[in-house]
């Protein structure tokens, strides 16, 4: 057992067995561990190091009266830690999943709209040669009518009539 395995150990214990000044050194010398355990693995996210150093204290004395004084109180603490770390990580993907950001190698998002302005060229020529925008005349163009006509229009295009059957059930 490491110093700090029987530091933290006793001061839990004593914790445990109503030793208030005891606790609260544990959880002060527990808070420094944990930011330092969360700086190594959050390189990236440092903006979250306090928040979840706060959360995992949290977990901790939630929990207290879950620790087996015959097991190792680190591993106790790391594996909470690791379940919060994970949490973390979830809620920031599903976050990240919802937005685009403008630093990828596509340009930044930019391929979006160079895309769409080839073929506002390529539906604006095809209108001046033919006069046509039909649909069936867009199709030798490889588009569809409402994709070539939304690449056409410089500003969106507001419906104002009523859409019932789209407002059904909500």
């Known amino acids: 057992m490491g110093l700090g395995e029987v530091r933290f150990r006793g001061l839990l214990l004593g914790g445990l067995a109503d030793d ?3 606790y609260h050194t544990f959880l002060k010398e527990l808070s420094g561990h944990l930011r330092a355990f969360l700086r190594k693995r ?6 979250e190091v306090e928040d979840l ?16 004084p015959g097991q ?3 591993a106790w603490i790391y594996t909470i ?5 994970i949490d973390l990580l979830r809620r920031r993907s599903h976050k990240e999943l919802l937005n685009d950001p403008l630093d990828e190698e596509d340009g930044g998002g930019l391929g979006v709209f160079a895309a769409l302005s080839g073929a506002r060229s390529a539906v604006s020529r095809h209108l001046v040669r033919t006069g046509h925008t039909d649909p069936d005349s867009l199709r030798s163009l490889g588009r569809s009518a409402p994709i070539a006509l939304v690449t056409t229009t410089d500003r969106p295009i507001l419906s104002r009539s009523p859409q019932p059957d789209r407002c059904q059930g909500l």
């Not at 830690?81 to 770390?85: C, D, G, I, N, T």
């Open 72 to 74: 190792p109180i680190t």
């Open 53 to 68: 150093a706060q959360e995992l204290l949290l977990a901790v004395h939630d929990q207290r009266h879950t620790y087996d």
């Open 20 to 22: 208030s000044s005891a």
């Open 42 to 47: 959050l390189v990236n996210l440092a903006e």
């Open 81 to 85: 830690a690791r379940h919060k770390l």
